[in-house]
């Protein structure tokens, strides 16, 4: 990331963040930052196109305020079921007996897997290389190489064109051009993941307010997986067996963490049922309503990571980002329905309020640091621009930026 700040959106289903950043060495350094409750989606799909347009705009807004810009255009993170990832390969033959593989032999691969993936109705996020084999020998870099045949396979991320469209839609209505969209799992790591443990293998655990999704890495992104269950099912859990509204239920929530054994446990919590009347539990208590969900949440990431390919490459164990991540002791939880070492991941190298130094802002900041990566390494992603901003993002900035 360098140069021009950069924008970004992360629209979720309990707030939209609008947030500008740029480089600092290597460092990302937040200008600026808007929030804004969002009520108009669940599990990642728009049910209100009113309402969301409203949370951008008033995200969008504060943003401006802070960072003294102003914002026509943004890169925007998708997740949900929406998201899909399939894999693909080519083999291309390499000219020349002694000639060694070179720039144009690698791009002539990567042209042809994208060719094999080509005529779905769905826009590509990213396409980002599995591996690569001459002659049938796996490489990790092929360049300059002797063979006969290069070989490559490539993970493509896409959005399901109704999910993209949709959200352009309301990026529009708000005023806002969309320069690219970026898969919030992959933003995440980006930010929370270091190279030891992407080398070993790692999972990464977005928990979110309408889903929770989860990505596997070991070196390169090598799958994803939508988890449709989230933060609202507990506060839901909460308002059905408590008699409580929904409002309620929330700020209950926040009070507990998942669990608690000492004595903190016999705390006496108060709420007011929709009846009127007053009513109190133990802490412990509503924890383990909340436990069960929590459980329930990471039962469902155990048979998704036993029925991946790459199960056994976890050596790293899970990295827990997002606004449920911040649930006291869901670490410890997680790694006992698991069995596998878990921790919080933060975002790191940040120059930003403290308040940005949690789980819950390891997206939107990720964002920021993917948006503005250089894309050409091998096992990163490559992000096309969508067709209506072939001049891309950061052609436009003159038109998506300027002071006030």
């Given amino acids: 990331m360098s140069g021009s700040p950069i924008v970004v959106l992360d629209i979720g289903s309990s707030k939209t963040l609008c947030i500008v950043g740029e480089a600092q060495g290597d460092q990302v350094k937040v200008l600026g930052s808007g929030s804004s409750p969002s009520t108009g989606l669940r599990r990642s799909s728009i ?27 943004a890169y925007v993170g998708m997740s949900g079921e929406g998201v899909s990832a399939a894999q693909h390969r080519s083999t291309v033959a390499i000219l020349g007996d002694s000639n060694p593989i070179d720039e144009e032999d690698v791009q002539r691969a990567l042209t042809a897997a994208e060719q094999e993936a080509a005529g ?24 300059w190489l002797q063979g006969n045949r290069l070989s490559i396979e490539t993970l493509t991320v896409s959005a399901a064109d109704f999910a993209s469209t949709t959200l352009e839609r309301a990026a529009d209505e708000a005023g806002i051009q969309i320069a690219g969209f970026l ?16 080398d070993m293998g790692v999972g ?58 000492g004595e903190e446990g016999d705390d006496m919590l108060s709420f007011n049922m929709t009846s009127g009347r007053s009513n109190s539990m133990t802490r412990h208590q ?35 980002t997002g606004g449920g991540a911040l649930m006291g002791e869901v670490a410890e939880l997680a790694e006992e329905v698991l069995g ?19 789980p819950s802002y390891a997206t939107a900041i990720g964002l920021l640091r993917l948006a503005g990566s250089e894309y050409d390494e091998i096992g990163r992603a490559e992000a096309p621009t969508p067709s209506s901003s072939t001049n891309g993002f950061f052609g436009k900035l003159s038109k998506i930026l300027s002071l006030f």
């Fill in 286 to 320: 509503i924890s383990e309503i909340i436990e069960a969900r929590q459980r329930e949440i990471f039962e469902y990431v155990g048979k998704a990571i036993a029925a991946s390919p790459h199960a056994s490459m976890m050596a790293a164990g899970l990295v827990l």
């Fill in 183 to 198: 898969l919030e799992t992959l933003a995440a790591a980006e930010t929370t993941l270091s190279i030891d443990e992407r």
């Fill in 204 to 261: 990464l655990l977005d928990m979110g307010a309408g889903t929770s999704d989860l990505a596997l890495f070991c070196g390169p992104l090598r799958h994803v997986v939508d988890i449709p269950l989230g933060g609202d099912d507990i506060t839901r859990d909460l308002s059905m067996v408590l008699n409580i509204s929904s409002r309620e239920a929330e700020q209950l929530k926040t009070q507990c963490a998942v669990r608690y054994d």
């Fill in 340 to 358: 596998l070492p878990v921790r919080l991941g933060v975002p790191q190298d940040l120059v930003a309020p403290s308040m940005m130094q949690d």
């Fill in 120 to 143: 779905t109705p769905q826009t590509v996020m990213h396409r980002i290389v599995q591996n690569y084999a001459v002659d049938g020998e796996p490489v990790q870099n092929p360049l």
């Fill in 47 to 73: 049910t209100d196109m009113t309402k969301v347009v409203e949370s951008i705009r008033t995200a969008v807004r504060d943003a401006e305020r802070s960072a003294g810009l102003k914002i026509t255009g």
